[in-house]
C-alpha cells in the first residue's frame, strides 16, 4: 500500500458472533448465535445476492483449531492485527470466547497481533430488529470511575501482557466505540484525561506500559473533546454511505470510495491522528423482519429509516475493493511524517457477515478479497 518504510499495519475488525455463548442462549434458546439469521436470510429484489454462504460453513469460532485456520488466512494475506469487538457490561461479558478460547488458545496464535475495541454501547434484541417497535434491552452500558478500573484490571491480566498484544510507540492499543459518552459519563474531558493518567500509573506499577486510547468516531465535531480527554488517535468503525440521499435504499460501491476519500481527507484535519478504515461492503438485511416489504418503508412516524430498515451497498467487487484499498495506502503515505501520520490502516471486517461486510471465504467470490487486500498492500504507491 505504500512504502516499505511507512508502510501501516493492517488491522482487520473482528466480531465475535459466531460460536454458542450462555447469555445467547438465554435470550434467543438454546444453542442459537448469529449464524441462524445468516442461513434464513433472503433475497429483497432480483440479483440480490442473499443468503451468504461461507466457505467454511456456519463453523464455531471459539474453537481454537478453526480459529487457527482463520490466523493463518489473515496473515497469509497481508492482515497484522485482529482488533476484537469487546463486550462488557459493568463486568458481565458476552461474546469473550471468541477471543479467549479460540484466539487465545490457537496454537499459532503469536503469527497475529491483537487488540481490543470496547463495544460500550448498549446490547438489545436487533435479531432480528422489530420494525418501528422498540428493542428489547438486554445489557446497558454504563460508564464509571470504578467501572473503568476494573475495565483495564481485567485486560492487564487476561490480555496486555501477552506478547501479541497490539501496542502503537510502545503503547497498549485500546480503542472505544462510543467514545464521547464514554467522556461524558466519565465527568467530561478533564476528569476523564485524569482517570486515564491514574489508569497509566497503575499499569506501570503492574510492569506495564501505558494506553494508546483510539476513539472510532463518524465525523470531526467530537475530536478536539476527545484530545482535551486523553485520547491518541481515531478512526472509524465503517464507512457506509455513498453519498446519496437516505431514501436511496441502494448505494453503489463505487460512489462509497469517494465517499471514504472524502471521509478521510476531513478527518485527517483534526488535533488527533486519524487511521483510515476501508469497507468491504454494506447489507444489514439478514437483520431485517422478513414479513416487511421491500424497499423498506421510513420507520412509523418518521420521514427517516431506523437501523437496519435502511440503505444497502451494491456492486461491490474484489476490484473495487483493492481500488480502495491502494486510496487508503496513498493517503497515508500523503500525510507528512511524525506524530499525526497514520500508523494502520483498518478493514471492516473481517466477518460481520450479516451486515455485508466479510474478507473471509464465501462461495462466490473464494478469497478474493483478501488476495485484493494482498496486492494492495504488496504494491508500493505510485
Known amino acids: 500500500m505504500s512504502k516499505a518504510s511507512v508502510r501501516p499495519e493492517i488491522a482487520a475488525i473482528y466480531c465475535p458472533l459466531w460460536h454458542n455463548y450462555d447469555h445467547a442462549s438465554s435470550w434467543k434458546g438454546e444453542g442459537w448465535c448469529e449464524w441462524e439469521l445468516l442461513k434464513s436470510a433472503i433475497p429483497r429484489f432480483p440479483g440480490h445476492a442473499l443468503p ?30 485482529f482488533l476484537f469487538d ?35 454501547h448498549n446490547w438489545a434484541d436487533y435479531f432480528p430488529a422489530p420494525f418501528g417497535k422498540p428493542w428489547n434491552s438486554w445489557l446497558p452500558s454504563r460508564h464509571s470511575p470504578d467501572d473503568l478500573e476494573r475495565v483495564m484490571d481485567y485486560a492487564a491480566r487476561r490480555y496486555f501482557r501477552r506478547r501479541n498484544y497490539w501496542r502503537v510507540d510502545g503503547r497498549l492499543f485500546f480503542s472505544v466505540f462510543e467514545p464521547v459518552r464514554f467522556v461524558d459519563e ?21 510492569g506495564l506500559p501505558p494506553v494508546h486510547w483510539n476513539a472510532m468516531v463518524w465525523d470531526a ?21 455513498a453519498g446519496k440521499p437516505a431514501s436511496d435504499l441502494v448505494q453503489s460501491y463505487a460512489d462509497l470510495l469517494d465517499a471514504h476519500r472524502r471521509h478521510w481527507r476531513t478527518l485527517s484535519r483534526t488535533p488527533l491522528t486519524h487511521c483510515p478504515v476501508v469497507t468491504m461492503g454494506w447489507d444489514v438485511t439478514p437483520r431485517c423482519e422478513k414479513t416487511v416489504p421491500w424497499p423498506f418503508p421510513p420507520a412509523p412516524g418518521k420521514d427517516t429509516h431506523d437501523y437496519p430498515y435502511g440503505h444497502m451497498i451494491t456492486g461491490n467487487t474484489p476490484e473495487l475493493f483493492e481500488r480502495l ?8 503515505a500523503a500525510q507528512p511524517v511524525g506524530r499525526r501520520r497514520p500508523f494502520a490502516i483498518f478493514v471492516n471486517a473481517w466477518n460481520e457477515w450479516t451486515e455485508g461486510s466479510y474478507l473471509l471465504s464465501e462461495k462466490r467470490t473464494g478469497t478474493a478479497y483478501l488476495e485484493a487486500l494482498r496486492r494492495a498492500k504488496r504494491t508500493p504507491c505510485p
Do not use: Q
Open 221 to 241: 465535531t467530537p475530536v478536539e473533546k476527545l484530545d482535551a480527554a486523553g485520547f491518541h488517535s481515531t478512526t472509524t468503525y465503517n464507512i457506509t454511505r
Open 86 to 120: 469487546w463486550y462488557w457490561y459493568s463486568g458481565v461479558r458476552i461474546m469473550e470466547e471468541a477471543l479467549e478460547c479460540g484466539f487465545l488458545k490457537a496454537p499459532n496464535r503469536r503469527r497475529l497481533k491483537f487488540a481490543l475495541m470496547w463495544a460500550n
Open 52 to 81: 451468504l454462504e461461507p466457505e467454511w460453513g456456519c463453523f464455531d469460532e471459539s474453537d481454537p483449531k478453526w480459529t487457527a485456520r482463520e490466523i493463518a488466512l489473515a496473515r497469509d494475506h497481508g492482515i497484522d492485527v
Open 186 to 206: 466519565l465527568g467530561g474531558s478533564r476528569e476523564t484525561r485524569r482517570l486515564l493518567a491514574r489508569v497509566d500509573r497503575r499499569l506501570r506499577a503492574a
Open 325 to 332: 484499498c491502494r486510496l487508503a495506502g496513498e493517503h497515508v
